[in-house]
T-cell receptor, first 116, second 109 residues
Framework: GAVVSQHPSRVICKSGTSVKIECRSL??????MFWYRQFPKQSLMLMAT?????????EQGVEKDKFLINHASLTLSTLTVTSAHPEDSSFYIC????????????FGDGTRLSIL | GQNIDQPTEMTATEGAIVQINCTYQ??????LFWYQQHAGEAPTFLSY??LDGLEEKGRFSSFLSRSKGYSYLLLKELQMKDSASYLC??????????WGAGTKLIIKP
């Protein structure tokens, strides 16, 4: 079946560091990918929609300059958390929709980000 | 506004059957999804309904009524490994998913 690979799975770093997370669709092309954030015991929250060849679409309240998204190819999207602070610590998950109707969405394994 | 409602938590016994309900109100509709999420892991796709009726996939079945804005996920022959959160999500027609808060299912021996 369709697979989405997300890397790294876990990051622990100091405050002020920038962290890049990669999301790859391994056996299908994804013109759109989604980035979610999930805090403990809460539901997924969509942060932004990554569009191949164009600018990402950010949800209300998500800072574009802090969460940089690049969708460089039909199989790769990256999320960079710039100058990360402890409040950015969360579980970040990407997904890519598959198929003619762009569904279902397949999820990466997630990245657990801990900022000290 | 857009809204997905599902129970916060349910408890069931190993070997039994459990039904998790989901009601939705969205601006558009292009399918309803159920995902399973174990603690600390990403969601995994379980089922997809776009037409009314029942979709069966092994021990799991999902039902949709578009006129009622209602779906349920039915889990049979429950196993301990089924303890997880079950997320209902609706495609609002713009390729984005509107997510419910999830139902935490606790399976007891």
């Amino acid at each position: 079946g369709a697979v989405v690979s997300q890397h790294p799975s876990r990051v622990i770093c100091k405050s002020g560091t920038s962290v890049k997370i990669e999301c790859r669709s391994l056996d299908f092309q994804a013109t759109t990918m989604f980035w979610y954030r999930q805090f403990p015991k809460q539901s997924l929250m969509l942060m932004a929609t990554s569009n191949e060849g164009s600018k990402a679409t950010y949800e209300q309240g998500v800072e574009k300059d802090k969460f940089l998204i690049n969708h460089a190819s039909l199989t790769l999207s990256t999320l960079t958390v710039t100058s990360a602070h402890p409040e950015d610590s969360s579980f970040y998950i990407c997904s890519a929709p598959e198929g003619r109707d762009h569904q279902p969405q397949h999820f990466g394994d997630g990245t657990r980000l801990s900022i000290l | 506004g857009q809204n997905i409602d599902q129970p916060t938590e349910m408890t069931a016994t190993e070997g039994a059957i459990v039904q998790i309900n989901c009601t939705y109100q969205t601006s558009g509709f292009n399918g309803l999804f159920w995902y399973q999420q174990h603690a600390g892991e990403a969601p995994t796709f379980l089922s997809y309904n776009v037409l009314d009726g029942l979709e069966e996939k092994g021990r799991f079945s999902s039902f949709l009524s578009r006129s009622k804005g209602y779906s349920y996920l039915l889990l049979k022959e429950l196993q301990m490994k089924d303890s997880a959160s079950y997320l209902c999500a609706v495609n609002d027609g713009n390729y984005q998913l509107i997510w419910g808060a999830g139902t935490k299912l606790i399976i007891k021996p």
